[in-house]
C-alpha cells in the first residue's frame, strides 16, 4: 500500500471531503456542513485525516483530542476501495498522533445499526461499552 497517502486536511479539502461523506460516511451530523468542517480545521489543523490514492480522496478520520480524551469520528472509505487496508491504515495514522499528544486511550462514536463499521471497528481492536450510553442535547 505505498501508493497510499494520510496527512492533515488543508483548509482547500474541506468541502470535498464534505463531498466524500455523501458517498463513503454512513449517516448524517448537524455538523456536517462547510461551517462545522472549518471550524474543526480552525482549531486543530491536523485533526481531520485524508487517505489519498494518486491525489484521489479515498477516506478519512477525524482524530480529535481535547488534552483529556481521544475521539474518533468520520471513519470513512470509499466505497470503491473498501476492504484494502485504508481504514486501518486511518486508524494507525489516528492512534498515532493520538500517542504523540499524551493519549491514551480512544473511543469512537459508531452507529449501532452500522453493522460493516462495527466489523471494522472490532477488526481495529476496539470493542463497544455496554455501561456506557451517549447522552446528547442538539445545541440551538
Not at 505505498?2 to 455538523?31: Q, R, Y
Not at 489519498?52 to 475521539?71: K, N, S, Y
Not at 484494502?84 to 493519549?103: M, N, P, T, V
Request: aromatic share 8%; charged share 25%.
Amino acid at each position: 500500500m505505498s501508493d497510499l497517502h494520510i496527512g492533515p486536511a488543508s483548509a482547500a479539502d474541506l468541502t470535498a471531503v464534505l463531498d466524500f461523506w455523501k458517498t463513503a460516511a454512513e449517516g448524517t451530523s448537524i455538523s456536517d456542513d462547510l461551517a462545522g468542517v472549518e471550524r474543526l480545521h480552525a482549531r486543530d489543523p491536523h485533526a481531520l485525516l485524508l487517505a489519498r490514492r494518486e491525489d484521489e480522496l479515498v477516506g478519512t478520520v477525524i482524530a480529535g483530542f481535547d488534552g483529556w480524551r481521544c475521539h474518533l469520528y468520520r471513519l470513512a472509505v470509499h466505497p470503491g476501495h473498501r476492504r484494502q487496508g485504508i481504514g486501518s491504515a486511518l486508524l494507525a495514522a489516528a492512534e498515532e498522533r493520538f500517542r504523540e499528544l499524551g493519549g491514551r486511550r480512544a473511543d469512537a462514536m459508531v452507529l449501532d445499526r452500522n453493522e460493516r463499521a462495527q466489523g471494522a471497528w472490532a477488526a481495529g481492536g476496539y470493542h463497544p461499552e455496554d455501561h456506557w450510553t451517549r447522552w446528547v442535547k442538539t445545541l440551538a
